[in-house]
Every structure is written in structure tokens, then in C-alpha cells.
């Protein structure tokens, strides 16, 4: 076995390298190369230089192309670029506008590497004869019996576990993730190194494809018309002012909702189908129960034995916090997770994922989307009565 848990030496393994023209993925290629390995390089090219729903020199236009390719010269590999433009479309930003017009907080990094890189491009790996496809992403994996698992990273800072449940054991077993046993200084220090000339360039940030931030923007021209005003809406049943458009609220929202009050506010729901922004005061996102829909199992035992009962886990219910103690659940169809304590601000569309335990080596053991959530009995109360009140009862 090679450094990779692959049989063979290096030089008869090809290894299919995902370049996105970053450090992270260079300094992939540059250490498999540097073991001998028969690297192949492969860029998306996911979104056009100039379009409208990107921004200048973000990820795999065409700077980001360019560095991928020198790279790659520099290291003395094959680099192809492959136009992946229309499945990105169709796969990941059309799906990720529909989810934000329906009052979702979608998580685009997740379709992007379920649909794009882990399915077409790994095909493609597969094509080429590759006994693995590797990336950049800051993930461990390793031997677990017959198949991989999936871990925690070395660098907690840059875990990317959470983007990353989705992927299914099959997937885990044909990746590599060579980075997820180092720290972020080190790689930059390997890419030095090796003479990259990324060794410096900046980390891209937040999503790829939209323009600094300016979600609403984009949405609004992706889907026109989508941004309808409409009555921002005190869960009590008061109108307290306008909007204009769900779009740019996201759950657990506190500034910007543009109203005044006495008492502090809080975006409680977004009631897409009569385009109402509910507000309400702290207590009211309080939930303990999170339904899941696409779930994907990476734990040993067999889902389907997972019954009412439960088993204990740790779940994390949006990118910035950490795994907290909870209990995975199952009946029939539905899958759901239940919080031991209290967590504030679930939005569906964002991913519940699921952890072995909360250490920074914890197994990530799969997880699903959040499909809606439970909050206290008082809270569902006031919504349902919110949503059975005829459309005009609110706006009087
Ligand atoms: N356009 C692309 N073409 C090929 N592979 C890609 C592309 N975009 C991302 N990847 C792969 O997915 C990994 C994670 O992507 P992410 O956007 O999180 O990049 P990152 O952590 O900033 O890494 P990098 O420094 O390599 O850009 C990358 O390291 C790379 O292996």
C-alpha cells in the first residue's frame, strides 16, 4: 500500500487530481507528483469570465484556469479543462435560486460536490483509468474494514466536513483527500516549496459563483419577479411593516429586518407561498426537532435498523457551530434528529450533518437537509394560526 491506501507502486497508480486553480488543490497535485504518482489534472470550467452571475477572478474563470494550467506545467502533468458550465447551471445555481424563492437558506457548496465533482467528474476520473480521484478539500478519510470512512481534519479552522455529507460510500471510497491530515500554514509552506506559483494567492471565499455576498441581487435576476414584497409579520398576528422580497431574510436574521420595535427581533419563518416575513422575539427559534430529507447514512450499522428508538450521536446544524449531543431517529419514511438542547436559528435547505462524537477527530457519520423544523408547542401554535388566517386578515 502507497500513501494513498492504494495497491500498486505509484508509478503504475493514475490518480486524477480536481484543480481548481487554488493552493489547496495545487499543492495536491504537487505532493502526488513529488511520490511518484501518474497525476492527472482536471479543471471545471463551471461558470464564464464575464458572465453575469460571477465575479472577476473568483473561482474557475479564467485566472483561476490559468493558474491551474501553470501549475501543472511547472509540475510536468497532463491538465485538461472541461466545460462543466451547463451542468453547474442546471445542477447547482438554477437549484440553488429555486430553494431561495422558496424560502430556503440552500447550501450550494453541497449540490456542487454531490452533482459536479463527485458524480460527472468522478466519472470522468473513472474514464481516464484513475484508481482515485483526489481534491483539496480539507477532510480526513481512511480504512474502515472493507470501505473508507470519513473524518474530522488536522485543521479545525478549515473543516469541510459539513459540506461534505452527502457524499455516499461509494463516492468515499474512490476519493482522496491528502490535506485533511495537515494545517493550512503547512500546505501554504509545501507550496512554497515546490516553487507554486499559487504558493500565495488568496483563499476564495464564501460562494464561488455569487458576486460578494449580493445573494438577493442574483436571485432577483435569475428568477425575475421572484423578489415580491410583502408584510413583514409579528408572529402574534400583527403587521409591523413591508419587505421587499423573502429573499433577502434568512432565519435566525436579527439586523436589517427593517422594522421598529421595543422589543428585539428575530426572522422566524418564511412563508413563501403568501410572501410574509415572520418576526417574533428569541424564544420563538428555540427547536429541538429537525426533520431530514436526502439522507445519506455513513455509519456502520444499517439505517433502515435505526427505529423510534434512536441512536445517540452528535449533529451540527449549520457551518459554524459545533456538533452537539442529539439522537437520530427513524419511522417509516421519516428520519429526524432531536436535540438535547435547544438550538436557535435552523433554517431549512441548510444541512443537519452527523458526528461520531464533538473531538476534531470525530467519524462523520452522514446527515441530511433540513426539511422543516419543531419549535416549542407555543411557537407552532402561533404559526399555525399565523398561516390559517385568510391572506387579508394580516395586512388589515
Ligand atoms: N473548478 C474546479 N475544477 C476542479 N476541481 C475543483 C474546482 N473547484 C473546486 N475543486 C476541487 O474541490 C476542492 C474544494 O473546493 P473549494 O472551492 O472548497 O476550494 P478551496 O478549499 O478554496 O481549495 P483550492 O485552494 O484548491 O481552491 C478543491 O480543492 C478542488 O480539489
Known amino acids: 500500500m502507497n500513501s494513498l491506501d492504494l495497491p500498486g507502486r505509484p508509478a503504475d497508480t493514475r490518480v486524477v487530481v480536481a484543480m481548481s486553480g487554488g493552493v489547496d488543490s ?3 497535485a504537487g505532493i502526488l507528483a513529488r511520490e511518484g504518482y501518474d497525476v492527472v489534472g482536471v479543471t471545471l470550467q463551471l461558470y464564464d469570465h464575464g458572465a453575469a452571475t460571477h465575479r472577476a477572478g473568483s473561482c474557475c474563470a479564467g485566472r483561476d484556469i490559468d493558474d491551474a494550467r501553470r501549475v501543472s506545467e511547472k509540475l510536468g502533468i497532463p491538465h485538461y479543462v472541461l466545460d462543466y458550465e451547463e451542468r453547474f447551471r442546471k445542477a447547482v445555481i438554477d437549484p440553488f435560486a429555486q430553494s431561495y424563492v422558496a424560502g430556503e437558506t440552500p447550501i450550494p457548496c453541497v449540490s456542487c460536490n454531490q452533482t459536479v465533482k463527485f458524480a460527472d467528474l468522478l466519472e ?6 484513475a484508481a482515485a480521484l483526489a481534491t483539496g478539500h480539507y477532510i480526513r478519510s481512511g480504512a474502515n474494514g472493507a470501505h473508507r470512512a470519513l473524518f474530522r481534519p488536522v485543521d479545525a479552522d478549515r473543516d469541510q466536513s459539513y459540506f461534505l455529507f452527502a457524499t455516499t460510500q461509494e463516492q468515499v471510497d474512490y476519493l482522496r483527500f491528502p490535506l485533511g491530515g495537515m494545517s493550512k500554514p503547512q500546505v501554504r509552506e509545501i507550496a512554497a516549496e515546490l516553487g507554486l506559483s499559487v504558493a500565495d494567492k488568496q483563499d476564495s471565499q464564501d460562494i464561488c459563483f455569487v458576486p460578494q455576498g449580493k445573494y438577493s441581487e442574483m436571485i432577483a435576476r435569475l428568477r425575475p419577479g421572484s423578489a415580491e414584497p410583502g408584510d413583514i409579520v409579528h408572529i402574534d398576528g400583527r403587521v409591523l411593516g413591508r419587505h421587499e422580497g423573502i429573499l433577502r431574510y434568512t432565519i435566525g436574521q436579527r439586523r436589517g429586518i427593517g422594522v421598529a420595535s421595543g422589543e428585539p427581533l428575530y426572522v422566524i419563518h418564511l412563508d413563501a407561498d403568501r410572501a410574509r416575513v415572520i418576526v417574533g422575539p428569541r424564544e420563538a427559534l428555540d427547536t429541538r426537532k429537525v426533520f431530514l430529507r436526502a439522507m445519506n447514512w455513513l455509519g456502520d450499522e444499517d439505517l433502515a435498523s435505526i ?10 446544524v449549520r457551518s459554524t457551530r459545533p456538533p452537539r449531543p442529539a439522537l437520530l431517529r427513524r419511522e417509516g419514511a421519516a428520519v429526524w434528529v432531536e436535540l438535547a438542547e435547544g438550538e436557535a436559528g435552523i433554517a431549512p435547505g441548510q444541512a443537519c450533518v452527523l458526528y461520531s462524537d464533538d473531538s476534531n477527530e470525530a467519524r462523520v457519520l452522514g446527515g441530511g437537509f433540513i426539511q422543516r423544523s ?23
Open 26 to 28: 495545487s499543492v495536491v
Open 307 to 316: 427505529g423510534p428508538g434512536g441512536i445517540e450521536l452528535f449533529a451540527k
Open 374 to 396: 419543531e419549535r416549542s408547542a407555543a411557537a407552532e401554535a402561533m404559526l399555525e394560526r399565523l398561516s390559517a388566517a385568510p391572506a387579508h386578515a394580516t395586512a388589515e
Open 124 to 129: 470522468t476520473a473513472r474514464d481516464l483509468g
